[in-house]
């Protein structure tokens, strides 16, 4: 079953601990106006690999953080839904998942272990007064009579399952459930910068049920490596692997903020192969998960705009734009912000794979070029 209480911590860090022993984690003492609170950080996983995948975003930005800023201190709980400020890495568009990398719990040298990443944002966050950190996960607590087993605070109180929480195996697929995924947020507003931490366990699995989160098996298919090593030949218009979004089509560009009225919105698709794909039977998703249906076909090396009809709608105070293939199941996803969105008439441009979903404004609405 899903997590039992999901939600986020905001509060100040004022001490921490690094990872180690057999079931390490790493700790972090958080504090709001009244309360204290211990978040639990997964640095290597029960499972074989033990190396997690993580992604650290040192410029995150996306819709949500609207939601979060004018929030008081201490813990939220959040409904698992889409459309709010519960996390799904697979559903929510925070960033590329081809962007994740494995590290192990600790190595030799700087800044190149789990520990390190982020220890390093933990640490500036408590020299700098005004800086906050966003904990998503499972609350657990506050235990009576207990005092917390890190840092001493009675009673005990805190935040788990800081990682995704979907596309378990084995004993966790009891946690699988959709829009509860857990990240570490930390916001500095003297440089008006949010950092996202990301982690992930190498046994989970990027296509989930939309009910359940338990895992969806389909054919091997998805692009070269960046390593050159073709370990799942990629088939055009094919489904995407179980590991990764196939990312044949990718999202490149969306007119979201139109001057027309009513008015009238678009998303520009790109086929990076050299094969002609259908799009028969594939849908573009909203923020709120609202679909349209798609048909025909996009040439290969080609781009495609599309005319978005109703039930799916972009609202110009930020969003989300996801592609679905045939069985429903994500070949790419992208977000946009308010600040983003601000000037009408203008062509949002996401950036290509390996690059997060991050929009910038490049040409007029009647003007636009690819």
Known sequence: MPLKAYGVLKGRPIDRQLGSGANPHYQIHIVDDTT????????????????LQFLVDSRFDHPFLAELID??????????????????????NLFDPRDMRVLPLSAPGPDNDLNEKIDQYVQRAMADQEALVYAFGERWGPEQGTTDKIFGFSPGNGVHDIHMNQGNVGRFTGDDGVYQDGALLFNFPRTSQWVGVFLKFQSQTWHTDDRTGHQIHTETSGPPSDEHVVTNPFIPGGQPGPEMPDG??????????????????????????????SLDGW?????????????????????????????????NKGGIITLLNERGLRVDGVAYT????????WTLKFESARLKPKPEKISRQDEFRY
């Open 36 to 51: 204290h609170y211990r978040i639990a950080v997964n640095v290597a996983s029960q499972l074989a690999p033990s190396e």
């Open 71 to 92: 929030k008081p201190l201490g813990w939220l709980p959040l409904p698992s839904r889409p459309g709010g400020a519960a996390l799904d890495f697979i559903r929510v």
């Open 248 to 277: 044949a089509v990718r999202i490149v560009a969306a007119l979201v903020n139109s001057i027309q009225s009513p008015e009238v919105e678009f998303v520009t698709l790109l086929n990076t192969t050299n094969e002609v794909i």
């Open 283 to 315: 849908m573009i998703a909203d923020r709120d998960k609202n679909k349209m249906r798609l048909t025909g076909s996009i040439a290969a090396a080609e781009t495609l705009r599309i005319q978005l009809v109703p039930p799916v709608f972009l609202p």
């Open 338 to 345: 308010r600040e983003q969105a601000r000037n009408p008439g």
